[in-house]
């Protein structure tokens, strides 16, 4: 049975949890994820690509499946989250520093809250600075929606002082989701910031922003094949919210 071996640990920007082996159906999510075998191996799906290795990334809106038997590491992050800027400028996932990414894991790894440790890891990953981080209007639209998610693409492109089409070319560009799938992510963000243990979808829905709980249940499922919580088997799971700096790294505007 799958046993969680951390809390499942949130910020503004994506969340990480710990899992003695996870087996999921292929998906495709606006977060892009970073994967790593505690031990042993991996086996991906990505599109058409099988890779078997102990570490892999995987950008926004790939289609992916993961099995592992053996514990892991599952971390997904926002397209605009800096960690994620860092990660995907190293030249392949062989030159990531798997003993590091490994020793520092398996400090989170004994079931109790650790959110001084998880935080001091994200901190990690996003450094050193990206030699190329997103543009400043992007990242400031993102920030805008963090806060609130009604404002619509008009309004932040007028923000941006950009047309609406040119706004939308230009978000799509510099992160590789559309402005829609990345306000809908915002929303299942939102639904794992909230979720607690005996929680009904319903009541999550709900307090989400969800249209109803089937709207709800077919997002989580195309997006993450499921609530982390799933793999919990019935156990409960605590969420530990992080307390981590914005992102404010960005190219200068154009």
């Not at 289609?63 to 397209?79: E, F, I, R």
């Not at 932040?156 to 002082?161: D, I, Q, S, T, V």
Request: proline letters at 6%; aromatic letters at 6%; a negative charge.
């Amino acid at each position: 049975m799958t046993s969680l071996l951390s809390p499942l640990y949130i910020w503004q920007g994506g969340w990480l949890v710990l899992l003695s082996g996870m087996e999921n159906q292929p998906h495709q999510h606006v977060a892009a994820s970073l994967l790593v075998s505690l031990e042993g191996m991996l086996r991906v799906e990505l599109g058409e690509q099988s890779l078997r290795q102990p570490l892999v990334r995987v950008a926004p809106e790939v289609s992916q499946s993961l099995h592992s038997d053996g514990p892991l590491a599952v971390m997904h992050l926002d397209p605009d989250e800096p960690a994620w800027w860092c990660l995907r400028e190293a030249e392949s996932d062989a030159h990531l520093p798997l003993k590091a990414l490994r020793e520092n894991l398996l400090a989170l790894a004994d079931g109790d809250a650790r959110a001084d440790l998880a935080a001091e890891f994200v901190e990690q990953l996003r450094q050193p600075a990206p030699l190329n981080p997103p543009d400043a209007r992007v990242i400031r639209a993102c920030q805008q929606l963090r806060h609130d998610n009604s404002l619509d693409l008009e309004t932040l492109a007028a923000g941006a002082n950009l047309s609406a089409s040119r706004f939308r070319r230009l978000f799509s560009e510099q992160l590789g989701v559309t402005f829609k799938r990345f306000v809908l992510h915002l929303k299942c963000q939102r639904a794992l910031s909230l979720w607690e243990s005996g929680m009904s979808l319903t009541e999550l829905a709900v307090a989400a922003g969800f249209y109803d709980q089937p709207h709800l249940n077919r997002t989580l499922r195309a997006m993450f094949d499921a609530l982390p919580s799933r793999y919990a088997r019935g156990q409960s799971v605590q969420v530990v919210p992080l307390s981590l700096p914005a992102n404010t790294r960005t190219t200068s505007q154009e």
